[in-house]
Every structure is written in structure tokens, then in C-alpha cells.
């Protein structure tokens, strides 16, 4: 079974869920599971404040050491993004394997995924 974590911007990226969402489509077509993290939410709001923000990445960081993850996935602007370099760390503790969305169309042993 493969399990994919989708990290890349989401505080300051107005249109982070229907990105997020998007690719958490294609890669359905590649993976058994995936979590997409733009979906969650911390009591009522998601990261409306800046101070919340430190506790979305502890969550994530512990989702992604405590849950059977087989693939970290970097969406195109993942440097970007501070907490995505921090899941990046994590993943890769870990163990989990590490790709480039981008990637996807030519990656050997996968199903094509469409990522337009």
C-alpha cells in the first residue's frame, strides 16, 4: 500500500486549496492514499492567525512520523514554503521517498497522472 503527504505553500496563497486539491486528485491516480493537508483544520479556522501557524506544522510534523507515509510529495513551490522545508526534514528522518510533483508523467513504474 502507498501513502502520499502533499507539502507546499499554503500561508500567504490564496488559491493553496484548489491547488492542493488538484494534485491530491492526480496523485490519487498513482497512490493508494493521500493526505492533503489544505483540508485540515485546527478547531474553527485554518491558519487564520499567525500564531496558529506553529501548531499546524507540529500536527503535520507529527502526522508524518507517526503514520505509515511511503512518499513525501513536493509541490512545484515546496522551497518556498518554511513549513514544507520543515516536513522535508521529517520525511527524510524518516526515511519516506522524496519527490518532485513536476515529476510525475515520467516517473518509471507509476501510472500516467495528468497534472495540467
Known amino acids: 500500500m502507498t501513502k502520499a503527504y502533499i507539502s507546499g505553500v499554503i500561508t500567504g496563497d490564496d488559491n493553496y486549496k484548489a491547488k492542493f486539491r488538484k494534485a491530491e486528485q492526480a496523485l490519487l491516480k498513482v497512490y493508494d492514499e493521500v493526505y492533503n493537508p489544505a483540508?485540515?483544520?485546527?478547531?474553527?479556522?485554518?491558519?487564520?492567525?499567525?500564531?496558529?501557524?506553529?501548531?499546524?506544522?507540529?500536527?503535520?510534523?507529527?502526522?508524518?512520523?507517526?503514520?505509515?507515509?511511503?512518499?513525501?510529495?513536493?509541490?512545484?513551490?515546496?522551497?518556498?514554503?518554511?513549513?514544507?522545508?520543515?516536513?522535508?526534514?521529517?520525511?527524510?528522518?524518516?526515511?519516506?521517498?522524496?519527490?518532485e510533483y513536476i515529476n510525475y508523467p515520467s516517473m518509471k513504474n507509476k501510472k500516467e497522472v495528468d497534472n495540467d
Request: aromatic content about 14%.
Open 39 to 99: 483540508e485540515f483544520q485546527l478547531g474553527d479556522s485554518f491558519v487564520a492567525e499567525e500564531d496558529e501557524w506553529i501548531e499546524y506544522i507540529i500536527y503535520d510534523m507529527e502526522r508524518i512520523w507517526y503514520e505509515d507515509f511511503t512518499h513525501f510529495v513536493k509541490l512545484p513551490d515546496h522551497a518556498e514554503s518554511i513549513g514544507g522545508q520543515i516536513e522535508l526534514i521529517v520525511a527524510n528522518k524518516k526515511g519516506l521517498e522524496i519527490v
